[in-house]
């Protein structure tokens, strides 16, 4: 039987284990960072930053209505999450219209070419990106990001938004200039946290596919050069996961890592993945390539990706992932 509030009954308590473990992160871990010691301090910056992280995985559970009975229900709390990763300009019906159409066109359907940007700056500045991603700064998320915040002064048909993300803006302007005057060093803090957020989901969502990626804002079609069924669906989707040996570790990133289960079956909650991916796969090892194995290529082309024309090669049987360059840019926070 369906609980009255949650879709679930079995997931009444993981989601307010999830809900409870965001909020305190958000709160506790914010007041850590501006008023403990230095050292207290850093540690309540991984807190903070693991629960945005979680709270980015939450508002992907809700745009699959996976956890509210009613899909109102899951819109409100998406657009929560969206405030609290900072990916709020962007309206949530937007970003999940967008990241629906990741399942249904089985692509990567991106709302930037940053291949082509980062190629049409001038010079001295695509050094600069260039550089800033080699020392693991995420220049290229944070430019989808400002896209995202831009769109509407960019783009006339999106000129109704200007007014809402003029004001949300300034909202946010007064928060963060409040948090400065009370602690800078919970300013810094806060910027730091968002940048390991982004590189752990970027880092997630570079090898979880080898789609086609196509540049689409609107209403544009994806083109039906190829077949693009279930069986490519699954041939191009890896189940990165944390850990193998502990699967209680993928909790880290609310089992996101379970990607062919979820894609097999998206109305299938975080919490039951790993018991659809043991069914659908066994005890053989499926189309897992373990993080471990991702770190090497994550590290090693860290700038190929800005500017490769594909995501590289993955060979599973042979549990090689060396060339598996990955994706960029095809974050569900930055979709429009």
Same mark, same amino acid.
């Given at each position: 039987?369906?609980?009255?509030?949650?879709?679930?009954?079995? =997931?009444?308590?993981?989601?307010?284990?999830? %809900?409870?473990?965001? #909020?305190?992160?958000?709160?506790?871990?914010?007041? #850590?960072?501006?008023?403990?010691?230095?050292?207290?301090?850093?540690?309540?910056?991984?807190?903070?930053?693991?629960?945005?992280?979680?709270?980015?995985? #939450?508002?992907?559970?809700?745009?699959?209505?996976?956890? %509210?009975?009613?899909?109102?229900?899951?819109? &409100?709390? =998406?657009?929560?999450?969206?405030?609290?990763? =900072?990916?709020?300009?962007?309206?949530?019906?937007? +970003?999940?219209?967008?990241?629906?159409?990741?399942?249904?066109?089985?692509?990567?359907?991106? !709302?930037?070419?940053?291949?082509?940007?980062?190629?049409?700056?001038?010079?001295?500045?695509?050094?600069?990106?260039? +550089?800033?991603? &080699?020392? *693991?700064?995420?220049?290229?998320?944070?430019?989808?990001? /400002? @896209?995202?915040?831009?769109?509407? @002064?960019?783009?006339?048909?999106?000129? /109704?938004?200007?007014?809402?993300?003029?004001?949300?803006?300034?909202?946010?302007?007064?928060?963060?200039?409040?948090?400065?005057? *009370?602690?800078? $060093?919970?300013?810094?803090?806060?910027?730091?946290?968002?940048?390991?957020?982004?590189?752990? +989901?970027?880092?997630?969502? /570079?090898?979880?596919?080898?789609?086609?990626?196509?540049?689409?804002?609107?209403?544009?079609?994806?083109? $039906?050069?190829? +077949?693009?069924?279930?069986?490519?669906? $699954?041939?191009?989707?890896?189940?990165?996961?944390?850990?193998?040996? &502990?699967? /209680?570790?993928?909790?880290?990133?609310?089992?996101?890592?379970?990607?062919?289960?979820?894609?097999? $079956?998206?109305?299938?909650? &975080?919490?039951?993945?790993?018991?659809?991916?043991?069914?659908?796969?066994?005890?053989?090892?499926?189309?897992?390539?373990?993080? !471990?194995?991702?770190?090497?290529?994550?590290?090693?082309?860290?700038?190929?990706?800005?500017? !490769?024309?594909?995501?590289?090669?993955?060979?599973?049987?042979? !549990?090689?992932?060396?060339? @598996?360059?990955?994706?960029?840019?095809?974050?569900?926070?930055?979709?429009?």
């Amino acid at each position: 039987m369906r609980s009255r509030i949650f879709r679930h009954t079995d =997931g009444v308590i993981p989601n307010l284990l999830a %809900f409870t473990y965001v #909020l305190s992160g958000y709160v506790i871990g914010l007041w #850590l960072m501006a008023t403990a010691s230095l050292v207290v301090a850093l540690l309540a910056t991984l807190w903070f930053a693991h629960a945005l992280i979680i709270a980015a995985y #939450l508002f992907h559970e809700f745009a699959h209505d996976t956890i %509210f009975a009613r899909h109102e229900s899951n819109s &409100w709390g =998406g657009v929560l999450m969206t405030w609290l990763t =900072g990916s709020c300009y962007a309206r949530y019906e937007h +970003l999940r219209h967008k990241h629906v159409r990741h399942h249904v066109d089985r692509a990567d359907v991106i !709302s930037l070419d940053t291949k082509a940007l980062v190629l049409s700056l001038p010079s001295p500045l695509r050094r600069l990106v260039l +550089l800033l991603e &080699w020392c *693991y700064l995420p220049a290229i998320e944070l430019l989808m990001h /400002a @896209f995202v915040i831009a769109l509407p @002064f960019l783009r006339e048909e999106r000129r /109704a938004d200007r007014k809402r993300v003029t004001l949300i803006l300034l909202v946010r302007g007064v928060v963060f200039t409040a948090l400065a005057y *009370y602690s800078i $060093q919970a300013l810094l803090l806060y910027g730091v946290a968002y940048l390991i957020m982004v590189t752990v +989901l970027r880092f997630a969502d /570079a090898f979880q596919h080898t789609y086609d990626a196509y540049e689409i804002l609107e209403g544009a079609k994806v083109p $039906q050069d190829k +077949l693009r069924d279930r069986a490519y669906e $699954q041939a191009n989707t890896y189940s990165n996961l944390v850990s193998v040996r &502990w699967p /209680a570790l993928n909790l880290l990133l609310l089992n996101f890592p379970y990607h062919n289960a979820h894609h097999e $079956q998206l109305a299938v909650p &975080w919490h039951c993945l790993p018991a659809l991916h043991h069914k659908l796969f066994g005890d053989s090892k499926g189309p897992v390539i373990p993080m !471990s194995c991702l770190l090497l290529p994550f590290h090693r082309h860290r700038v190929t990706r800005l500017l !490769s024309e594909d995501y590289g090669v993955v060979d599973i049987a042979a !549990s090689k992932a060396d060339g @598996f360059i990955g994706a960029v840019s095809v974050s569900f926070l930055t979709a429009v």
